[in-house]
């Protein structure tokens, strides 16, 4: 089993940045791919950025120049630095693993204040 604790959500105002955090731990045996999924009221989940182990990153065209994802090996924890943030990104936030199998992490919230 793999574990994912998510943290860095919160309330920010229009322009404000963010960073997001998902810590991965338990049965790790090789990360495949890390991800950032978000799921606003009355939507559906939708990919936000991506990162597989050879380094090759997927972003959203709505968050593409402002959102970047990056991951430390040695702590098996990914990032999601939002910039720029704006009120349609307020959503859930959720990390995502694929090893063997597929993780989902519980979830932060991210508001952005207009």
């Known amino acids: 089993q793999v574990q994912l604790v998510e943290s860095g959500g919160g309330l920010v105002q229009t322009g404000g940045s963010l960073r997001l955090s998902c810590a991965a731990s338990g049965s790790i045996f090789s990360i495949n791919v890390m991800g950032w999924y978000r799921q606003a009221p009355g939507k559906q989940r939708e990919m936000v950025a991506t990162l597989t182990s050879g380094g090759n990153t997927k972003y959203a065209d709505s968050v593409k120049g402002r959102f970047t994802i990056s991951r430390n090996n040695a702590k098996n924890t990914v990032y999601l630095q939002m910039n720029s943030l704006k009120p349609e990104d307020t959503a859930v936030y959720y990390c995502?693993?694929?090893?063997?199998?597929?993780?989902w992490g519980q979830g932060t919230q991210v508001t952005v204040s207009s």
């Open positions: 995502k693993v694929i090893t063997a199998k597929m993780y």
